[in-house]
Nanobody
C-alpha cells in the first residue's frame, strides 16, 4: 500500500504563488506515475498535471503554463508549483499515484489507485 500526504496549501492573494508538496510512503517502488487533481466549487474533479504517463493527454485549459509538477530525485516527494494564482483556482487539491496501464486501449495512462486526503487552496481577489 501507498500513503500520500499533501501540504503547502493555504490562502494567497490573486497573482501570488504556492507550492504544494505530496509525500509518498509505503511501497512506493511500485509507483511509476503521479499526478495532481483539483475540485473547485461548481465543477467536478479535474486533472491539473501529471508525471510518468507515456501517452500524451489533453492539457487543462486553466493551467495556461502557470502550474508545473515535479518531484525530488528520490521520487518520494511530488510538487506542484502554482504561479499567478487566480480566484477561480480556489478549491481542494489532491495528489494521486499508481502504475501505468500496460495493456489495452489505456496502455501508457496512469491508473491512479492511491489518493491523498486533499488540501485547500484559497485565492482571494
Amino acid at each position: 500500500q501507498v500513503q500520500l500526504v499533501e501540504s503547502g496549501g493555504g490562502s494567497v492573494q490573486a497573482g501570488g504563488s504556492l507550492r504544494l508538496s505530496c509525500v509518498a510512503s509505503g511501497y512506493i517502488d511500485d509507483i511509476n506515475c503521479k499526478g495532481w487533481f483539483r475540485q473547485v466549487p461548481g465543477k467536478a474533479r479535474e486533472v491539473v498535471a501529471g508525471i510518468g504517463e507515456t501517452r500524451a493527454t489533453t492539457n487543462a485549459d486553466f493551467v495556461q503554463g502557470r502550474f508545473a509538477a515535479s518531484q525530488d530525485s528520490g521520487n518520494k516527494i511530488l510538487y506542484l508549483q502554482m504561479n499567478n494564482l487566480k480566484p477561480e483556482d480556489t478549491g481542494m487539491y489532491y495528489c494521486a499515484a499508481g502504475k501505468r496501464h500496460t495493456l489495452g486501449i489505456a496502455a501508457g495512462l496512469c491508473d491512479y489507485k492511491f489518493w491523498g486526503q486533499g488540501i485547500q487552496v484559497t485565492v482571494s481577489s
